[in-house]
């Protein structure tokens, strides 16, 4: 019996760390749209920095796979947020990788789930209205709110994985 407890207990205190080890940064990826874990896993918005981004993206920061393009954007000098100066300096260090889809995917019958809050944004310079799909991880689907020159209403603009809120807000500061 005390063998037992003895495993027992090694196996709670070690529950912990397999389980953060096998955790994802964005567990809230949908179906069929999973791609951190398996293509960028060592990135991280606000910490990783150029050279590791080039160890994955190459020096282009660009990498097509399976009918996506995938790329990685960078906080620029001179960055601000909200006019004022971040908290932190993040100069240079990843910003988010984007993945747009190289062919139509249709998001008219995905019903995301209650994690993620819904926006809107666009792109003015292909002047075009966009669902935005958030949640507190960093994770955004944008998706055309009509249809445009571009793309129909309900498709997929791209994928953003950015910083999560809780890294965010130790990174922005206050105002």
Not at 117 to 142: A, M, P
């Amino acid at each position: 019996m005390r063998k037992f407890l003895s495993v027992l207990f090694l196996f709670l205190l070690a529950s912990p760390i397999v389980a953060g080890a096998t955790r994802s940064r964005y567990p809230n990826e949908l179906p069929g749209f999973r791609f951190y874990r398996r293509y960028f896993h060592s990135m991280r918005p606000f910490v990783s920095d150029r050279t590791q981004v080039a160890q994955v993206f190459g020096p282009d920061s660009k990498i097509e796979i399976d009918g996506w393009t995938l790329w990685a954007t960078f906080i620029g000098d001179g960055s601000t947020i909200g006019g004022h100066a971040w908290a932190h300096n993040i100069v240079g260090l990843l910003a988010s990788v984007d993945l747009h889809p190289k062919q139509r995917v249709s998001m008219l019958d995905v019903k995301f789930p209650s994690t993620f809050r819904h926006g809107v944004g666009g792109v003015s310079e292909i002047n075009v209205s966009c669902d935005i799909y958030t949640d507190s991880h960093g994770l955004q689907y944008w998706v055309y709110s009509d249809d445009s020159a571009v793309a129909k209403r309900g498709d997929l603009m791209k994928i953003v994985y950015g910083p999560g809120e809780r890294l965010e807000r130790k990174i922005v500061g206050s105002p």
